[in-house]
C-alpha cells in the first residue's frame, strides 16, 4: 500500500518537475484562484444566508417572497 | 430604494452574463477538444504510428492551456448563485443544488485523476492506461456538463418537484423527471454536438493555418482529416437537436419562440422568417414589423408542432390571451399568481403571529395530496412569479437581441455543415492545399464558431426573461437585496480580470501554435 502510495505521490512529483509551460499555466491559475478565493469571496461576496438557521433562512426568503 | 434594487439586479444581470460569457469562451473546446485528442491517441495506439502520438501530444498542449486558463472560471458562477441570486438559490433548493454538486465531485476526480494521468503518464504508464485516462477525461469533460446544463434545463422547465410551504423551498419529487427531462436531455445534446462542432472547426482553422504557411503539412492534413468527419456529424447532431429544442420552445416557452420569430401576430401555418431586418421598436407594428423579411411558408409551424396548418402563438396572443387557442392572457395569470403571493403572504402574516389555525389552512392549499391542493397548485401557484409582474409587456424579451442572435447562430451552423463538409471532400481528394481562399475561410471560422456559440446561450438565457424559473420567479425576485454599488465594483473587477486571462489564453495558444508540436527545433515534443 506504501509503495503505491509512494508511487502516485511521485508520479505526481516528477510531472510537476517536468513541466515546461505548464509552469505558467500553474502560475495562472494560483493567481486567479487567489484572486477568486481570497480577494473576490471575502471581500465583495458575502453570503446573505449564511450563519442563520434554516427556519431564519425560510423567513428571510419568504419576507422576500411577499414584501416585493 | 426601489431605483436601487432595480439596479442591483440589473447590475447582477449584467456581470452573470458577462462571466457566463467567459466561462462558454472555454467550455466548448474542453468538451471537443478532448475527444478529438482521444481519437488521435487511438490512431496512435492502434498503428504504433510515432507521427499519431506527436499530432495527440500537440493538440494536448493546446487543450491543456485552454483548460488551465477556463478551470474554476464556473466557480464564480456559483458564488453568484449565493450572494447576488440568494432568493433563487434558496427557492430551488436541492433541485438546482444537487446537480451542481455532482458535478462539482465529478470535475475534481477528473481533473485531479485522469487529466494528471493524461499529461504527466506519457512514459510512465502503458499505452492503453494512457489512452484510457484521456477517454476518461473526455467523457468525465462532457458528463460533467450534463449536470450544468440539467440545472440550466430545470429552469426554463421546472419538472420533478414539489413546493414546501414550511421550509419555503422547492423540494425534488422525482430525481428522473429532473435529471431526463425531454428539455435537459436535448440541451445535453444540442450543447455537447455544438461544441464538438466548434473543437472541430478550431483543428481545422489552425490546420488551415499551417498549411497556408506550408508548416507542418502531414499533421494539418491528417488532423483536417480527423477533424472535418467529426465536426461535420456533429454540425448534423447539432442542427437535428436545434430543431428538437424549436419545437420543445414552442410547448414550453411559447414566448420565447414568438420573440425569436418576432412573430406578433400569432397564426395557422406560421412562416420562418429566414433574413429579415427588424423596425426600430417606436416604429415597430405587430402588422408589420420589418422593413425587410424573407420566409418560408408554414416552416414556423412545421418546425414547431410538425404540422403545416399548426397554429403558433404570437406576442399578442400571449399577452392579451387567445380563448379560441386555450391561451390565458398575461393579466390573468397576474392576478392568478398574486393570489398565490396573497396566499404566502398569509402564511407569512400567521406564522409571526402563531396563528396554527391560519397557517393550517393555507399549508392544505399548498398540499398536492388534497384536492384542495392540487387545483390551488395547478391554477395558482403554477403563475406565481406573474404576480410579481407589473404590467404585461414585462414578458416580453429583447426582441431584436433574439431575433439576430438566433439567425446568426443558424445562419453559421449552416455555413458550418457547409464548409466541413467541402474540407472532408477536397482533403480526401489531397485538394484542400491549393484551395488558399477556403484555408483562409477555415481559420476566420473559429472567431465564427465562438461567436454562433455564444449567440446560441444569448438565445436560450436572454430569451426566457424575465424568468429566473419559467412561471415561477422572475429575476427581479430572484435577486438578492444587496448594494447596487457593490455589484457594479465587482462587475468591473470581473471584466478586468477575465479579459487579462481572455489576453493570456489567446497570447498562449498562439505562441503554441506557431512552435507547433516541436519546440524549437527538437524533435522531442514538448512537454506541458
Not at chain 1, 1 to 28: E, H, K, P, Q, S
Not at chain 2, 180 to 205: E, I, R, Y
Not at chain 2, 275 to 295: E, I, K, N, W
Request: with cysteine; aromatic share 14%; proline share 4%.
Amino acid at each position: 500500500m506504501m509503495a503505491f502510495l509512494r508511487r502516485v505521490v511521485f508520479f505526481y512529483v516528477d510531472g510537476f518537475r517536468a513541466m515546461t509551460l505548464g509552469r505558467t499555466l500553474w502560475a495562472i491559475v494560483l493567481v486567479k484562484l487567489f484572486i477568486m478565493f481570497a480577494v473576490l469571496r471575502l471581500f465583495f461576496f458575502p453570503d446573505l444566508l449564511a450563519g442563520k438557521s434554516a427556519p431564519q433562512q425560510a423567513a428571510c426568503v419568504l419576507e422576500q417572497l411577499t414584501g416585493i | 430604494m426601489v431605483s436601487d434594487y432595480l439596479q442591483t439586479v440589473d447590475w447582477s444581470r449584467a456581470q452573470f452574463a458577462l462571466t457566463a460569457v467567459y466561462h462558454w469562451l472555454f467550455v466548448p473546446l474542453t468538451l471537443g477538444l478532448s475527444v478529438l485528442v482521444a481519437i488521435m491517441e487511438s490512431c496512435w495506439v492502434r498503428t504504433g504510428d510515432e507521427f499519431w502520438r506527436r499530432t495527440a501530444r500537440f493538440w494536448m498542449r493546446l487543450f491543456g492551456v485552454n483548460f488551465a486558463i477556463g478551470v474554476a472560471t464556473g466557480l464564480i458562477l456559483e458564488f453568484e448563485f449565493g450572494t447576488n441570486w440568494s432568493n433563487y438559490s434558496y427557492f430551488v433548493g436541492d433541485i438546482f443544488g444537487a446537480p451542481l454538486a455532482i458535478e462539482g465531485i465529478m470535475a475534481f476526480f477528473l481533473e485531479t485523476t485522469f487529466i494528471a494521468v493524461m499529461f504527466f503518464g506519457w512514459d510512465k504508464v502503458s499505452r492503453r492506461v494512457h489512452l484510457t485516462a484521456t477517454w476518461l477525461t473526455a467523457v468525465g469533460a462532457s458528463l460533467s456538463a450534463w449536470w450544468i446544463l440539467v440545472a440550466n434545463a430545470w429552469m426554463q422547465y421546472p419538472v420533478g418537484c414539489t413546493f414546501n410551504l414550511g421550509s419555503v423551498r422547492n423540494e425534488m419529487t422525482s430525481f428522473w423527471e429532473v435529471a431526463f427531462s425531454p428539455v435537459a436531455v436535448n440541451k445535453f445534446f444540442h450543447t455537447v454536438a455544438s461544441s464538438f462542432m466548434l473543437a472541430a472547426l478550431f483543428v481545422v482553422g489552425v490546420s488551415a493555418w499551417y498549411l497556408l504557411r506550408r508548416r507542418e503539412e502531414r499533421m494539418a492534413r491528417q488532423s483536417i482529416g480527423v477533424a472535418s468527419v467529426f465536426g461535420f456529424v456533429f454540425a448534423l447532431v447539432t442542427a437535428f437537436t436545434g430543431d428538437r429544442s424549436g419545437a420543445l420552445v414552442a410547448r414550453v416557452q411559447p414566448m420565447k419562440l414568438a420573440a425569436l420569430e418576432a412573430l406578433y401576430n400569432g397564426q395557422a401555418g406560421a412562416p420562418l422568417t429566414v433574413v429579415g431586418v427588424l423596425r426600430p421598436a417606436g416604429s415597430r407594428t405587430a402588422d408589420d414589423p420589418f422593413y425587410f423579411g424573407l420566409g418560408v411558408p408554414k416552416l414556423l409551424s412545421v418546425m414547431s408542432f410538425r404540422d403545416a396548418q399548426a397554429y403558433v402563438p404570437g406576442i399578442g396572443d400571449l399577452l392579451a390571451g387567445n380563448p379560441k387557442q386555450g391561451i390565458l392572457s398575461a393579466a390573468e395569470k397576474m392576478a392568478r399568481g398574486r393570489v398565490a403571493v396573497a396566499e404566502l403572504a398569509r402564511y407569512r402574516a400567521a406564522s409571526e403571529a402563531g396563528d396554527r389555525r391560519t397557517m393550517a389552512a393555507v399549508g392544505r392549499k399548498f398540499d398536492p395530496a388534497t384536492s384542495e391542493g392540487e387545483e390551488f397548485l395547478s391554477e395558482y401557484f403554477a403563475y406565481l412569479g406573474y404576480g410579481y409582474l407589473d404590467t404585461p409587456a414585462q414578458l416580453v424579451p429583447n426582441v431584436p437581441l433574439l431575433f439576430y442572435s438566433f439567425r446568426v447562430m443558424v445562419g453559421a451552423g449552416v455555413l458550418f455543415i457547409v464548409v466541413l463538409g467541402v474540407v472532408w471532400w477536397l482533403n480526401r481528394r489531397n485538394r484542400l492545399a491549393s484551395k488558399r481562399w477556403l484555408l483562409r475561410t477555415c481559420v476566420w471560422m473559429i472567431p465564427l464558431a465562438y461567436l454562433a456559440s455564444q449567440a446560441g446561450w444569448v438565445v436560450t438565457e436572454a430569451g426566457r426573461q424575465p424568468w429566473a424559473i419559467q412561471n415561477l420567479m422572475p429575476v427581479g425576485v430572484a435577486a438578492s437585496k444587496i448594494p447596487g454599488a457593490s455589484v457594479s465594483v465587482t462587475f468591473f473587477l470581473f471584466l478586468a480580470l477575465f479579459t487579462a486571462l481572455f489576453v493570456a489564453e489567446v497570447s498562449i495558444l498562439l505562441r503554441q501554435i506557431k512552435i507547433g508540436p516541436d519546440a524549437a527545433g527538437n524533435s522531442k515534443p514538448q512537454k506541458l
